[in-house]
């Protein structure tokens, strides 16, 4: 065995277990600051403001950010954020318990940390191939277990326990998040040190990070990979927008209902992280994405149509599924792929695209909704996600990915385990 195939023990599970307990306390935080901001005012725009908050760092700073991260060490930027982050929650917490927490002081917390966020992803993103090497195969795996984990812990047990410590007092929650963060900040800062990426000529900021966005926009496969994240969140924010109100009105879903309606997607969520790699090595990585896009569209359609909560649950859970595999393939791709000097600003700008992307997909579905009917959105989602299957397939084919592959890996070290096609692998090679 290489030593390419051995380099995914080294230091992985610290990092899988800081951001396990990263993701709980982002679960935590998730429920309970909205919650938090209920208790301070009843205003609908007040609240829109605390949530808005915490993505408008991603429009604002999202290729910036990335090409910070490409100039820092990523593993420093990583501990130091997450230090950063738990410091930040005391000042909320410290306010809560003297009473004197405001709707401008949460939007402030909310937009810091996803400043923090921002900075983290990007460098966490960058860093996992230089901890285990550039092997698709490895990255797949990786990724798995990491979206795996989040989905987990920032969907099923995060918001319970948030609002379960929230009844504690309003400060509670918060500093459980940043006892989560500042043991991710212990547990990433033990992990082991990387050379920093290849210095570029010294160029301004800005010039590097629209060079960051010029090769996105440049290559046609990670544009693809691009696309699919941005022309989906149009789609999924116009379903989210109006789902509560659909599942009331159209399926006579309940409030406890609705939250277990949510599951069965976060379910499927989990099943689809899980089954990626195999997905991968079966169909290939370009056909699988293509495969999972498809029944994002499909399930989206069921959803659409259901005439009763039972089949509407089945539809999220298969739209779930989609999601999760896409969210470990599309990434490990990208990682395997792209040189490490660039890493941080590609995978902020197509984390940008799709952050920006979300506002449009509120706006379209509200207004599909006042202007038609509940079920409008949804089948507007549907067929807006299947067309971007079509238009996207050949941009992500697996002929195009094994080109990207065979470019990308190092003359005359080890080859890359080909994303493309491999299917035909010996089990023993994919374990």
Same mark, same amino acid.
């Given at each position: 065995?290489?030593?390419?195939?051995?380099?995914?023990?080294?230091?992985?599970? %610290? !990092?899988?277990? /800081? =951001? $396990?307990?990263? #993701?709980?306390?982002? +679960?935590?935080?998730?429920?309970?600051?909205? *919650?938090?901001?209920?208790?301070?005012?009843?205003?609908?725009?007040?609240?829109?403001?605390?949530?808005?908050?915490?993505?408008?760092?991603?429009?604002?700073?999202?290729?910036?950010?990335?090409?910070?991260?490409?100039?820092?060490?990523?593993?420093?930027?990583?501990?130091?954020?997450?230090?950063?982050?738990?410091?930040?929650?005391?000042?909320?917490?410290?306010?809560?318990?003297?009473?004197?927490?405001?709707?401008?002081?949460?939007?402030?917390?909310?937009?810091?940390?996803?400043?923090?966020?921002?900075?983290?992803?990007?460098?966490?993103?960058?860093?996992?191939?230089?901890?285990?090497?550039?092997?698709?195969?490895?990255?797949?795996?990786?990724?798995? %277990? !990491?979206?795996? /984990? =989040? $989905?987990?812990? #920032?969907?099923?047990? +995060?918001?319970?326990?948030?609002?379960?410590? *929230?009844?504690?007092?309003?400060?509670?929650?918060?500093?459980?998040?940043?006892?989560?963060?500042?043991?991710?900040?212990?547990?990433?800062?033990?992990?082991?040190?990387?050379?920093?990426?290849?210095?570029?000529?010294?160029?301004?900021?800005?010039?590097?990070?629209?060079?960051?966005?010029?090769?996105?926009?440049?290559?046609?496969?990670?544009?693809?990979?691009?696309?699919?994240?941005?022309?989906?969140?149009?789609?999924?924010?116009?379903?989210?927008?109006?789902?509560?109100?659909?599942?009331?009105?159209?399926?006579?879903?309940?409030?406890?209902?609705?939250?277990?309606?949510?599951?069965?997607?976060?379910?499927?969520?989990?099943?689809?992280?899980?089954?990626?790699?195999?997905?991968?090595?079966?169909?290939?990585?370009?056909?699988?994405?293509?495969?999972?896009?498809?029944?994002?569209?499909?399930?989206?359609?069921?959803?659409?149509?259901?005439?009763?909560?039972?089949?509407?649950?089945?539809?999220?859970?298969?739209?779930?599924?989609?999601?999760?595999?896409?969210?470990?393939?599309?990434?490990?791709?990208?990682?395997?792929?792209?040189?490490?000097?660039?890493?941080?600003?590609?995978?902020?700008?197509?984390?940008?695209?799709?952050?920006?992307?979300?506002?449009?997909?509120?706006?379209?579905?509200?207004?599909?909704?006042?202007?038609?009917?509940?079920?409008?959105?949804?089948?507007?989602?549907?067929?807006?996600?299947?067309?971007?299957?079509?238009?996207?397939?050949?941009?992500?084919?697996?002929?195009?990915?094994?080109?990207?592959?065979?470019?990308?890996?190092?003359?005359?070290?080890?080859?890359?385990?080909?994303?493309?096609?491999?299917?035909?692998?010996?089990?023993?090679?994919?374990?």
């Amino acid at each position: 065995m290489t030593v390419e195939k051995e380099r995914p023990a080294t230091g992985f599970g %610290r !990092l899988w277990t /800081a =951001q $396990t307990v990263s #993701s709980l306390g982002d +679960g935590v935080s998730h429920a309970a600051l909205p *919650l938090i901001a209920l208790t301070l005012t009843r205003d609908p725009m007040a609240l829109a403001v605390v949530t808005a908050a915490g993505t408008l760092p991603w429009l604002l700073f999202g290729v910036l950010g990335g090409a910070l991260v490409d100039r820092w060490d990523r593993r420093r930027t990583m501990w130091v954020t997450d230090a950063a982050r738990a410091a930040l929650l005391a000042i909320p917490a410290a306010a809560a318990a003297l009473d004197a927490l405001s709707i401008p002081l949460l939007a402030s917390v909310a937009f810091l940390l996803g400043l923090g966020g921002l900075f983290f992803d990007t460098a966490a993103t960058a860093y996992l191939p230089d901890l285990l090497g550039r092997d698709p195969a490895h990255l797949e795996r990786a990724n798995s %277990r !990491l979206r795996g /984990a =989040q $989905t987990a812990m #920032s969907g099923f047990a +995060g918001p319970p326990a948030g609002s379960a410590l *929230l009844a504690l007092g309003r400060a509670v929650p918060l500093l459980a998040d940043a006892m989560s963060f500042l043991l991710s900040a212990l547990l990433v800062r033990t992990l082991p040190a990387m050379p920093p990426p290849v210095p570029e000529v010294r160029e301004s900021l800005l010039r590097q990070a629209r060079a960051g966005a010029s090769y996105v926009f440049g290559n046609r496969l990670l544009l693809g990979l691009a696309l699919r994240p941005a022309v989906g969140n149009v789609a999924f924010v116009a379903v989210e927008t109006v789902l509560a109100l659909f599942a009331h009105e159209r399926l006579g879903i309940d409030t406890y209902g609705f939250g277990l309606l949510l599951t069965a997607e976060a379910t499927g969520g989990l099943l689809g992280a899980g089954i990626a790699s195999c997905l991968g090595r079966r169909l290939g990585t370009g056909t699988a994405l293509t495969c999972t896009a498809a029944v994002e569209g499909l399930a989206v359609l069921g959803l659409a149509a259901a005439p009763n909560p039972y089949v509407a649950g089945l539809a999220l859970a298969f739209c779930g599924a989609g999601m999760g595999a896409t969210m470990v393939l599309a990434p490990s791709l990208r990682q395997a792929i792209v040189p490490p000097r660039l890493m941080g600003r590609v995978a902020s700008t197509s984390r940008m695209l799709a952050m920006c992307a979300a506002p449009v997909g509120a706006f379209v579905g509200g207004w599909l909704a006042t202007a038609y009917d509940l079920r409008t959105p949804l089948y507007s989602a549907a067929g807006l996600l299947l067309a971007m299957t079509a238009v996207t397939a050949t941009m992500t084919s697996n002929r195009r990915v094994e080109a990207a592959l065979r470019a990308a890996a190092p003359a005359g070290g080890p080859d890359h385990a080909v994303l493309g096609d491999r299917r035909t692998k010996n089990a023993s090679d994919a374990s």
